[in-house]
């Protein structure tokens, strides 16, 4: 949107304070809002607003002892989307008054069938209010890095999840194969124990036959009983 800025006298020397000063703002499309800050001056600074060299809209603030920032000078209605132009006219009158133009707000496209307004107030503080344009962008920017970084630290948090799992389910398995081939070993050593303990405990067997043949080799080496009268 492009802003002329004409004027015909300066005042105190410095570039920024002028006298019947006239803004041009051009291609607003389909509405426009004009803000800016009212000095605690003893005049009540006066600006007027025309609108494609139409209508025509005047400002008159009540002073008071304060400074009074994001005033809003000027409101369009709800344009036909097209170029239009909005002089902006400071009269030669408020030479005792302060009237500082910070911003405007223009909506360059239509995004519905009725105007979105924005809202505003006036604000009386020490410190002067950013664009509310420049916020917009850094407000997108850090949410836009904030959220490729909180998907990048998920996606490794799940990666070292998966590692770590699979680290453990190896371990598990190689420690119950551990423990079977222990209990196989313990099976194998406990079998031949038991047949050892067969072998020495077991008595000789001895059939009958073999059992009265012995007994009638003992009963021919003893004496006979009348051999001693």
Do not use: W
């Not at 004027?7 to 006239?22: A, I, K």
């Not at 398995?173 to 031949?192: F, N, S």
Request: a positive charge; aromatic letters at 6%.
């Amino acid at each position: 949107m492009p802003i002329h800025v004409s004027c015909t006298q300066v005042l105190g020397g410095h570039s920024e304070e002028y006298l019947d000063l006239n803004v041009k703002a051009r291609r607003m499309r389909i509405g426009v809002e004009v803000f800016g800050t009212i000095g605690n001056k003893e005049t009540s600074p006066t600006s007027i607003y025309n609108l494609d060299n139409s209508t025509s809209s005047q400002l008159t603030f009540p002073t008071n002892d304060e400074t009074n920032y994001r005033v809003p000078f000027y409101k369009s209605p709800l344009l036909s989307p097209g170029d239009h132009t909005l002089t902006i006219i400071v009269p030669p009158g408020n030479k005792n008054g302060q009237l500082v133009l910070d911003y405007i707000i223009y909506n360059p496209t239509p995004t519905s069938t009725s105007y979105a307004t924005i809202t505003t107030s006036v604000y009386r503080s020490a410190s002067a209010i950013s664009t509310p344009a420049s916020t917009h962008s850094t407000s997108v920017n850090a949410m836009t890095v904030g959220v490729a970084g909180g998907l990048g630290g998920l996606a490794a948090g799940i990666a070292l999840t998966l590692i770590v799992l699979r680290i453990i389910r190896m371990r598990s398995r190689g420690h119950a194969v551990t423990i079977q081939r222990k209990e196989q070993r313990l099976r194998d050593t406990l079998q031949v124990s038991s047949v050892r303990t067969m072998d020495f405990n077991t008595p000789p067997q001895i059939s009958p036959n073999n059992s009265s043949q012995m007994i009638q080799e003992e009963m021919a080496e003893r004496p006979p009983p009348y051999a001693n009268h």
